[in-house]
């Protein structure tokens, strides 16, 4: 069982979309007992501010969405739900997806963070060649990211181009052969899976890792571009990191 609810608007002109058109708001509510697949055909989507987009499966069916543009605003981006903790039986995949631009409107915490992610990826996610960029909020002292990786949920992300993520204590995420100007990760070894992984062919400008309390999980495997490291306020290279 699902359900969808989402318009769009095409020009007349050579299936091309005016920059300065007004398009409808839209939302997707979607909660699936089956594998399904979304191919949106390279639409252009605007978000609904007043709804919490969800894609979310019943019992570990795969969701795929592929070929959109999404912009506008939203309470939030779910690939699956919270669940009382217990979110990771989801399987996600976004295949050439741009979510651009995004204001959100929730707030959550991690310990010392306060962040406020457009996506966020509970249980398994995976994006392929994906633009997501240009994070903004309305919660007042919460840091804006355009994808959250919350504890027990492991992303990994192949291709394309990324603004911000921030990996919860007990996340992990591996990125391969992408582009990513930030990265706040609270990831660490008590946090039993958490782990980031900087994968070859993928540049990073800065790695934020946030708790003080507990040690790291960062691997940055051979190939892979890191601008600076930023632990306990000190900055590393990656040839100092791995020396320390």
């Not at 639409?43 to 969800?54: A, G, H, M, P, Q």
């Not at 019943?58 to 912009?71: E, P, V």
Request: overall charge negative.
């Amino acid at each position: 069982l699902f359900a969808t609810q989402y318009t769009y608007e095409e020009d007349s002109f050579d299936d091309q979309y005016d920059k300065d058109a007004t398009f409808p708001r839209v939302y997707y509510k979607i909660n699936t007992d089956k594998d399904l697949v979304i191919d949106e055909e390279g639409k252009y989507i605007v978000l609904n501010d007043s709804e919490r987009n969800t894609l979310s499966s019943q019992s570990g069916q795969t969701i795929t969405l592929k070929n959109a543009t999404f912009t506008g605003s939203t309470e939030a981006f779910d690939l699956g739900t919270y669940r009382n903790a217990s979110y990771n039986n989801y399987n996600t995949v976004l295949t050439n997806v741009n979510i651009l631009n995004v204001t959100v409107t929730n707030g959550v915490g991690n310990r010392y963070d306060k962040m406020s992610p457009v996506v966020y990826g509970y249980g398994k996610t995976e994006f392929n060649n994906c633009v997501i960029k240009g994070a903004k909020n309305t919660a007042d002292g919460y840091t804006a990211y355009d994808i959250g990786v919350p504890n027990k949920s492991v992303c990994t992300i192949n291709g394309g181009e990324y603004g911000s993520i921030y990996l919860w204590s007990h996340a992990k995420a591996t990125i391969n052969n992408a582009k990513v100007d930030r990265i706040d990760s609270a990831a660490n070894k008590e946090g039993k899976i958490g782990k980031l992984v900087i994968g070859s062919g993928t540049t990073v400008g800065v790695i934020n890792l946030t708790d003080p309390d507990y040690t790291p999980v960062l691997t940055i495997e051979e190939g892979a571009t890191v601008g600076k490291i930023v632990y306990k306020g000190v900055e590393y290279t990656v040839e100092e990191w791995n020396n320390r």
